[in-house]
């Protein structure tokens, strides 16, 4: 142990070793501030006291070497996402610039450099490509392990291959044949060490999600029905009738960010509840769906049938002609491949219906679309049956703009007018 005690003067061995040993240092003079503090207290395994500013053995991919400040304040931020840690970087540093703040400058680490210093100061590794080696071979950690050994109280490939003596007091040699087994030896580990990460990642949601389909699928086999989402229920393999009025079509955005999707639109048009996309209690989502509407002022005998889908990609020239609205989150890349590519032409043609959260901002690209987009706000989900009593309105106000834009189209008993 005379080795690892010696390294003890290494400002990262301490940081390491005191994270081990569940007594993490602590900053003085202000010991909740990094931004008033100068030093940092360690009381185990030895105690000792560093300069924040201390220059450590960390050197970034773009050959700095890290301070001591930098070094624990990646530690204490080490479950941020890197857009609140980047945040909280620059919030230090403007709080050291101040008066009265203790100067200095954090260094922003890039993710490969935290995640490659976390897991050596968790003691998930031995190594780091960003940490120059100490002057003598092995860290405190190996220095203990080989002393261990050594006394018969653990084994192990990894430690004796660093050549450290019974003794600590020099390099041992090896047996040939001794040596040539520890070549051919495979270190093991359980699923937490092979798998691990700065934090665990939860994925519920992926049961959540399969649970939906599974029931949808089990649904649909007892009925003796065939699935949504078979390829004979696309738009251009629908059944074709000469005689019958053609389905006006409601395009969907396929935006993965848009409140309106083909899991739950059906319930917001039919019913007038809005339910989140991802809600278990909706049906598995379609490719393409029908809602059932009378719009009295378009033909005041029949009820219209509309065709939803969220993609053109199967549609035929003369479908366009069929489209009364266009859903959209404000995004542009959405109409590449439409009949009209520009939002300005496109909504000169088609109703264009932006939904999004009441008391939020509407996207400026929307408000610059001008008044062929009709600009829609539903109350933000708190739960199910909570608050949901202006869905209704917002529904009914929808229809109206879609009934009054087919109006002025040339929609009739009889289909839309040419385009």
């Known amino acids: ?65 890290i301070d001591l400040r930098s070094v624990f304040f990646a530690w204490q931020h ?27 400058k954090v260094r922003n680490l890039v993710f490969v450099e935290r995640l490659d210093l976390i897991t050596w100061l968790e003691g998930a590794s031995d190594t780091s ?23 018969g109280a653990a084994g192990g490939a990894s430690a004796l291959h660093s050549g450290v003596g019974v003794a600590g007091a020099g390099r041992a040699a090896l047996d040939p044949r001794l040596q040539e087994i520890y070549n051919n030896e495979r270190r093991m ?20 999600s399969a649970e939906i389909y599974m029931r949808a699928a089990k649904s649909a086999g007892k009925a003796g029905a065939v699935p949504a989402a078979a390829p004979s229920a696309s738009l251009a393999h629908m059944p074709k009738n000469k005689n019958r009025r053609p ?43 029908h809602v059932s509407r009378q719009l009295p002022v378009v033909d005041p005998n029949r009820t219209l049938r509309f065709i939803l889908v969220d ?52 996207p400026e690209a929307v408000k610059n679309w001008g008044r062929g987009v009709a600009q829609l706000q539903v109350e933000k989900w708190r739960g199910e049956g909570v608050g949901r009593w202006r869905d209704r309105e917002v529904v009914e106000a929808l229809w109206g703009r879609i009934e009054e834009n087919m109006r002025r189209s040339g929609w009739g008993s009889a289909g839309p007018a040419s385009r």
């Open 1 to 65: 142990m005379a080795e690892a005690m010696s390294n003890l003067g290494d400002p990262l061995t301490q940081l390491r070793l005191s994270i081990s040993s569940s007594t993490p240092p602590t900053l003085s003079p202000s010991a909740d501030d990094l931004s008033l503090a100068t030093h940092l207290n360690f009381t185990a395994p030895t105690a000792a006291s560093y300069p924040l500013d201390t220059l450590t053995r960390f050197i970034s991919s773009n050959a700095e070497t």
């Open 129 to 151: 490509e960003f940490i120059k080696p100490l002057e003598s071979d092995s860290t405190a950690v190996q220095a203990a392990g080989s002393a261990q050994i050594a006394s």
């Open 78 to 104: 080490k479950d941020d996402p890197i857009p609140e840690y980047i945040s909280s970087a620059q919030s230090l540093n403007d709080a050291l610039a101040v008066e009265g703040g203790a100067g200095g």
């Open 311 to 362: 993609s053109p990609e199967n549609f035929k020239p003369d479908y366009w002609s069929r489209v009364v609205a266009v859903f959209t989150t404000g995004q542009a890349w959405q109409f590449k491949g439409y009949k009209w590519q520009t939002p300005q032409e496109l909504f000169n043609h088609v109703l264009g219906v932006y939904v999004g959260w009441r008391g939020e901002e509407v």
């Open 189 to 208: 580990g359980d699923r937490n060490s092979v798998l691990r990460g700065i934090k665990p990642t939860d994925f519920s949601h992926v049961r959540k």
């Open 247 to 289: 389905d006006p079509i409601i395009l969907l955005s396929p935006s993965a960010s848009s409140l309106l999707r083909m899991s739950n639109v059906k319930s917001f048009l039919n019913d007038g509840l809005y339910m989140p996309p991802d809600s278990s209690s909706l049906a598995a989502s379609s490719s393409i769906l």
